[in-house]
């Protein structure tokens, strides 16, 4: 299981781009790269994950770089609403258990 | 699509008496379900996972006595807190996963033990 590390809390200004870095040196080849989000008192939300090419979607661009050894989720102009813990994982699939870290505490401040 | 319910989304109980959980996949078969929990101001632990009709796998120091789990249909699986103490209070939260490659989270069940 790979072990991801992330910064424990991080702000930014409502309207700007947010990003949220992930370190997960031990990643094996086959494992995904997975972003959730969790607001308080609710569950996990799913945001967007890859394995080696950079993702977008309507929620968040994910930046893998070339080594697979870290990654940044991008939430381009982020809102109040977006204020929550965000957690980086991997797994070889979705039947593959996911380990959680600390993950990061976002604010959005306005 | 993808939506994942528990029930009930909160319970309080006394101190030995057990407490079932119920996690549907509403729009979708998951062959697979993974129960977690997670402690105030803390991160989702990991307790078991759980493929339909087969036995769950508990992660280490889980007591699986304590914790049952069946899956016994692609869209329904359950958590039976057995003898529930005060320790046990905290919110469980269960995930699923079908044909998609990610796995989905429910909306959680806060469980207090009185």
């Known amino acids: 299981d790979a072990k991801t590390t992330q910064p424990p809390s991080m702000d930014c200004a409502e309207g700007r781009a947010a990003n949220l870095p992930c370190n997960h040196s031990?990643?094996?080849?086959?494992?995904?790269v997975y972003w959730y989000r969790q607001i308080h008192s609710q569950g996990p939300q799913y945001i967007i994950h890859?394995?080696?090419n950079n993702e977008t979607n309507e929620m968040a661009s994910l930046i893998i770089t070339e080594d697979r050894k870290s990654s940044t989720l991008i939430l381009p102009h982020a809102t109040l609403r977006d204020t929550a813990v965000y957690y980086c994982?991997?797994?070889?699939?979705?039947?593959?258990?996911?380990?959680f870290g600390s993950g990061t505490r976002l604010l959005v401040r306005p | 699509g993808a939506v994942v319910s528990q029930h009930p989304s909160w319970v309080i109980c006394k101190s030995g008496t057990s407490v079932k959980i119920e996690c549907r996949s509403l729009?979708?078969?998951?062959?697979?379900m993974f129960w977690y929990r997670q402690f105030p101001k803390q991160s989702l632990m990991l307790m078991a996972t759980?493929?339909?009709?087969?036995?769950?796998?508990?992660e280490q120091g889980v007591e699986k006595d304590k914790f049952l789990i069946n899956h016994a249909s692609l869209t329904l699986s359950t958590l039976t807190v057995t003898s529930a103490h005060p320790e046990d209070s905290s919110f469980y939260i269960c995930?699923?996963?079908?044909?998609?490659?990610?796995?989905?989270f429910g909306p959680g069940t806060r469980l207090l033990v009185l």
């Open positions: 031990t990643i094996s080849g086959n494992e995904y």
């Open positions: 890859g394995l080696k």
């Open positions: 729009d979708f078969q998951a062959t697979t």
């Open positions: 759980s493929n339909e009709g087969s036995k769950a796998t508990y």
């Open positions: 995930s699923a996963t079908g044909q998609q490659e990610t796995q989905y």
């Open positions: 994982t991997a797994g070889m699939d979705s039947s593959y258990k996911l380990i």
